[in-house]
């Protein structure tokens, strides 16, 4: 059965471009984005894996460890990071796992047997520093991932994790955010000094509290 939101993130060992690594030493207390891609040397992955790399700033200044992983061979690895960064311009400087005995895959349920009965679909998972899965995404092969947007929902689930907001629809660094229907009337201002509108009892919006 595939995690779901608030399932514990399974912890593993494995071999990477990095070395071995045991999962949760690794991210320590940081959140994690782990995403897998179907194989190695194909077309797609290789600017997925180029956009990760260029956005290193972007995930550390979020406190974010990246992973990557897919069935091949960790030789296959070492080698396509050359054509990657040689065709995106980028170093790769986040570890890839060679998953070949499927058992990260099988454990995180990325293989999908109706895709593909021997690799990994396109799976997207941001998992909080209490190693809970916070966000699980999964995209057919023919389609690269939207970074960008990864990146917009870990600014929202730290927002979460840190006040009492959520985000609304098309929400982007900067813009207003709800105040959660658990936070009382009386509890707004103390919680919310920059102000806040009642657009319905129940839709209540307030200027990003961490800006």
């Known amino acids: 059965m595939s995690l779901q939101l608030g399932d514990t993130a399974p912890d593993f060992k494995a071999k990477t471009t990095i070395g071995e690594i045991d999962f949760y030493d ?3 207390d940081n959140w994690a984005l782990l995403f ?3 194989s190695d040397y194909t077309p797609v992955c290789t600017t997925e894996l180029g956009k990760t790399a260029s956005l290193k700033s972007e995930f550390d200044k979020r406190g974010v460890k990246v992973l990557a992983l897919s069935v091949d061979k960790l030789e296959d690895h070492l080698g396509w990071v050359n054509d990657i960064n040689e065709t995106q311009n980028v170093e790769v400087n986040f570890p890839i796992i060679a998953d070949e005995d499927r058992k990260v895959s099988e454990a995180y349920g990325m293989i999908h047997p109706n895709a593909s009965a021997t690799a990994t679909v396109r799976s997207v998972f941001i998992i909080g520093p209490d190693k809970k899965v916070k966000l699980t995404l ?3 092969a ?3 991932r939207n970074f960008q947007e990864i990146l917009r ?3 929202s689930l730290q927002l979460t994790a840190n006040y ?3 985000t609304p629809a098309n929400w982007v660094e900067g813009e207003d955010v709800i105040i959660t229907p658990a936070v009382k009337d009386e509890e707004i ?3 919310f000094p920059k102000g806040h509108k009642v657009i319905k009892p129940y839709l209540r919006t307030t200027p990003q509290p961490n800006l």
């Open 153 to 155: 929902v870990i600014d």
């Open 138 to 140: 999964t995209y057919p």
């Open 142 to 144: 023919s389609t690269g």
């Open 164 to 166: 009492s907001v959520a």
């Open 26 to 28: 690794y991210i320590g």
């Open 189 to 191: 201002p103390a919680k």
């Open 36 to 38: 897998s891609h179907p």
